[in-house]
Nanobody
Framework: VQLQASGGGLVQAGGSLRLSCAAS????????TGWFRQTPGKEREFVAA????????HYADSVKGRFTISGDNAKNTMYLQMNSLKPEDTAVYYC?????????????????WGQGTQVTVSS
């Protein structure tokens, strides 16, 4: 199974970006899939997840109302639409798949990870 994350870049505060996570080797619409982010010296933190059995989405409080997670089964791809970006959103963003739905917010729940894509928000 491989996950390919893309879509990161440099954007001004208030701007938008859409991250993509293309999966190969298995369907992405299974169990839980999610996005996490990490800054230097800090632990990887939960951003958003989809629990496919319930078709439910979940977000960290810091991004709720600004970010939207979605998936396209036909393309076997997951997305993270990020609006109203803030400098504190600057991080390397990682997608993850094959997660235990009961603890979708934990990095330990996921079996597969993408390589990460850098998002930088300037003030």
């Amino acid at each position: 199974v491989q996950l390919q994350a893309s879509g990161g870049g440099l954007v001004q505060a208030g701007g938008s970006l859409r991250l993509s996570c293309a999966a190969s080797g298995r369907t992405i619409s299974r169990d839980a899939t999610g996005w996490f982010r990490q800054t230097p010296g800090k632990e990887r933190e939960f951003v958003a997840a989809i629990r496919w059995s319930e078709s439910s989405t979940h977000y960290a409080d810091s991004v709720k109302g600004r970010f939207t997670i979605s998936g396209d089964n036909a393309k076997n791809t997951m997305y993270l639409q990020m609006n109203s970006l803030k400098p504190e959103d600057t991080a390397v963003y990682y997608c993850a798949a094959d997660g235990a739905e009961g603890w979708y917010y934990s990095t330990a729940a996921y079996r597969y990870w993408g390589q990460g894509t850098q998002v930088t928000v300037s003030s």
